[in-house]
């Protein structure tokens, strides 16, 4: 239902659903600061469904959960009540919104040993390539910076595949024959539906750009192929916000079966502290971060920079969070917690929280 709420206020055109129920118009047609008055309303609908079902009709109307139920409800009610706070001076920040970008065949190995949620790093690159292929598009002496992604998974299909190897041998010598390829490769690869949200820093006003943005986006994504959302969708799937508030708006209202993936402040130190982590609760899940060095960068022949260095994945922890918990956070905490970014050392190359 708040979903149904929030589409609706997005898009006004879009007719609601009609109901029978009253309380379901109610909730639906009410302003945001009228909600509060259907606390008596709902508490009620909660025990006649205790009261419908034979393994919970014992607790309808139970002297112990009586003023729990009620608190509960008046809280979540509240906090869809609570009036837009004016935002605060983000300076020359924008924000860049990607929702319903599909990916096929996307690495599901992050690194040797994990498989799950594709690496940072390989997010990270997607979105300097976006960066340099915009900047070059332009043909502006005003550069825009991507500082830092937000990253959201509606769905993931994760699935174990074989794909022929190149050919690199003839049949038979010294006559035209069939080329042969070496093995077959066993890969494990993932198709996503994906929003991103990447903070944007420039003096220029990025809806200005807005075909050059959707013409410059890369089609790699982790390894696979990033497409925009069907036509027949009807999905405006690129949209530009200079206000925090207003892309808050808009992201709030993702679908409860998908999860953003924060960054964790507690981070693992050895695979025992990995373990336990991820065991003490489904929100964990664990991540490539990136590089971590394992010697000092040194010139070698052959290499594609001028210095070169051996490496180790770093794993670590990302969050996963219910878009309801996002709303119910507030824009706030989720403009401070919700974004990665790039940090460098001499020692490791990770991406984590994104910090001022």
């Keep these: 239902m708040i979903e149904l709420r929030d589409r609706a206020d997005l898009t006004p055109s879009e007719q609601l659903l009609k109901h029978d129920d009253p309380l379901a118009d109610d909730f639906l047609t009410l302003p945001e600061a009228e909600l509060k008055s259907l606390a008596i309303q709902f508490n009620h609908r909660l025990h006649y469904a205790f009261q419908e079902n034979k393994f919970t009709y014992k607790f309808a109307y139970h002297p112990k959960l009586l003023q729990v139920v009620k608190s509960q409800i008046v809280w979540v009610l509240n906090q869809l009540s609570k009036p837009s706070t004016n935002d605060e ?25 994990l498989c799950g949620i594709p690496s940072l790093t390989a997010i990270w690159g997607f979105m300097h390539h976006y960066q340099r292929e915009f900047n070059q598009l332009i043909e502006s002496g005003i550069l825009f910076e991507f500082t830092s992604f937000s990253f959201f998974i509606r769905s993931e299909d994760v699935r174990s595949t074989a794909k022929l190897t190149e050919p690199n041998s003839v049949v038979q010598k010294r006559t035209i024959s069939n080329a042969k390829r070496p093995t077959i490769r066993s890969e494990i690869l993932a198709d996503l539906e994906i929003d991103i949200v990447i903070r944007v820093k420039g003096r220029e006003r990025l809806s200005n ?3 050059e943005l959707k013409a410059s986006l890369p089609r790699a994504f982790a390894g696979g192929d990033l497409f925009q959302p069907t036509i027949s969708s009807g999905v405006n799937w690129l949209k530009i916000f200079s206000s925090q508030s207003e892309l808050f708006q808009n992201i709030k209202g993702a679908p409860a079966h998908g999860r953003w993936l924060y960054p964790s402040i507690q981070q693992p130190s050895d695979f025992d502290e990995l373990e336990l982590q991820i065991s003490g609760g489904n929100a964990n899940i664990p991540v490539s971060l990136g590089y971590h060095l394992l010697e000092a960068p040194t010139q070698r022949e052959n290499a594609l920079t001028e210095c070169h260095a051996y490496a180790e994945n770093v794993l670590g922890i990302a969050k996963r969070v219910n878009p309801i918990d996002v709303r119910f956070s507030g824009r706030t905490h989720y403009f401070e917690q919700a974004f990665w970014s790039l940090e460098s050392s001499n020692e490791t190359i990770l991406i984590k929280n994104y910090r001022n």
């Design 89 to 113: 001076d983000v300076g020359d920040e924008q924000y860049i919104y990607l929702s319903f970008m599909r990916v096929q065949d996307a690495l599901a190995m992050s690194c040797p040993y």
């Design 209 to 211: 750009y807005i075909s």
